[in-house]
């Protein structure tokens, strides 16, 4: 149990154009979901903290009007990178707290993002 | 200083190697994970502790919550081990992680 899937795995797209990212918990519920990046050989940074319902909470320095987070249901967020440039290429991963769970975090996959 | 510190920051090994990952952090939290990541690849959990010794397969993780101190434990360490070890701790509310800068592990034949 507790699998977290994301799509697309990998996108390549022209700067400008906006890339949506999917979070979805597959047998589970999650209130809370987080969106982190990582850079190449670098750690995660949390980007956002997404609930379901409300308005996602952003880290200092994330720009929310540039990465918009929807945390529309139980099972579901997406990230939407608006007008991408190349320096937003990176590697995106999401992870969710579940209802019943409600301490782990259980990871996505993550999502590789390449804007030309 | 980082709350969450690791050592070493790479490490490698020959196969059938005992192999030990450290982590130690600087404030109080509730629970730690052990993560792992192969080279372009996603996250995979190996471990939420908050007290004690956990056992899977040839990885054992343990902490010693006076000590402020994890250690990830590999025994016959094998080439597939190869990734970057990440333990994350909950530091605080919200259940956010802070993340250590990871260990980068290879195991050689």
């Known amino acids: 149990g507790a699998v977290v899937s994301q799509h697309p795995s990998w996108v390549i797209c022209k700067s400008g154009t906006s890339v949506k990212i999917e979070c979805r918990s597959l047998d589970f519920q999650a209130t809370t979901m987080f969106w982190y990046r990582q850079f190449p050989k670098q750690s995660l940074m949390l980007m956002a903290t997404s609930n379901e319902g409300s308005k996602a909470t952003y880290e200092q320095g994330v720009e929310k009007d540039k990465f918009l987070i929807n945390h529309a249901s139980l099972t579901l967020s997406t990230l939407t990178v608006t007008s991408a440039h190349p320096e937003d290429s990176s590697f995106y991963i999401c992870?969710?707290?579940?209802?019943?769970?409600?301490?782990?975090?259980?990871f996505g996959p993550g999502t590789r993002l390449t804007v030309t | 200083k980082n709350e969450v510190e690791q050592s070493p920051q790479n490490l490698t090994a020959q196969e059938g190697e005992f192999i030990t990952i450290n982590c130690s952090y600087s404030v109080g939290i509730s629970a730690l994970h052990w993560l792992q990541q192969h080279p372009g690849g996603g996250i995979v959990s190996l471990f939420m502790?908050?007290?004690g010794k956990k056992k899977h397969g040839r990885l054992i993780a343990t902490i010693n919550i006076q000590e402020k101190h994890s250690s990830l434990h590999i025994t016959a360490s094998h080439p597939r081990d190869s990734a970057v070890y990440i333990c994350a701790a909950y530091t605080g509310t919200a259940s956010k992680l802070t993340f250590g800068t990871g260990t980068r592990l290879q195991v050689t034949l």
């Open positions: 502790l908050s007290s």
């Open positions: 992870s969710a707290l579940g209802v019943a769970k409600d301490y782990e975090q259980y």
